[in-house]
Each structure stands twice: as C-alpha cells, then as structure tokens.
C-alpha cells in the first residue's frame, strides 16, 4: 500500500493550494482517508477526514469554511482543497489511511492509520 502526497507550495495569506494523494494498492473503499499536518515544532495534528465509501467528511474547527476533502474513486485520489490560506497553516501535511470507518471522536487520533504518505510543504507568507 502506498499514499502519494503532492501539491503543496508557497503561496501568499489568502491564497489557495489543492493537494492530491493518491492511493495504490488497496481500493477507495478502504475505510477512511486523513490529512495531517506537522508544522515545525509542533505534534502532528489532522484536518479532515473522508470515509472513502459513503463520503462522510469530518474536519478540524480551524479548517471548516476553508478547507474541502474529496475523493475520486476513479482515480484513487482525494483532495484537500485549501482556500483563504492563513500563515499558521503553514506545515508539512501528510495523507493516512485506515481500513476503519472512523467517526468524529477517532478520526484526528493518528494511532489509527495504517498507512502514511511522505507528505507535502505548504508554506503561507504572510
């Protein structure tokens, strides 16, 4: 199984980053699809979630209104759309995966992923 992370970038307060990861090795009906992020100094934290079959989406209280997961099954992606970047997103971030169906007291609990991407920069100037 492998997750591939990639879209990150530099880009100014504001602006706007979609970050891919694509999956191999295993379906889009896994269970559930993470994004992390690591910034430096700082414990990894999760950002949003999507339970890859039914599309049920969870995120952090700083993401929502700005952030938007979403998958293609035929490609084996999900997306992270990130709008109205702020410079404290600024962080490595990291897709997970696990085969379980999480719910809103589990999915930000990174003991529960099997499987990690090598993770993305982003990085917001303000």
């Known amino acids: 199984v492998q997750l591939q992370a990639s879209g990150g970038g530099l880009v100014q307060t504001g602006g706007s980053l979609r970050l891919s990861c694509v999956v191999s090795?295993?379906?889009?009906?896994?269970?559930?699809i993470t994004w992390f992020r690591q910034a430096p100094g700082k414990e990894r934290e999760a950002v949003s979630c999507?339970?890859?079959?039914?599309?049920?989406?969870y995120y952090r209280q700083s993401a929502k209104g700005r952030f938007t997961i979403s998958r293609d099954n035929a490609k084996l992606t999900v997306y992270l759309q990130m709008n109205s970047l702020k410079p404290e997103d600024t962080a490595v971030y990291y897709c997970?995966?696990?085969?379980?169906?999480?719910?809103?007291?589990?999915?930000?609990?990174?003991?529960?992923?099997?499987?990690w991407g090598q993770g993305t920069q982003v990085t917001v100037s303000s």
């Open positions: 997970a995966a696990t085969r379980q169906n999480v719910i809103s007291s589990s999915w930000h609990d990174r003991t529960n992923y099997d499987h």
């Open positions: 090795g295993l379906t889009l009906d896994y269970g559930s």
């Open positions: 999507i339970r890859t079959r039914s599309g049920v989406t």
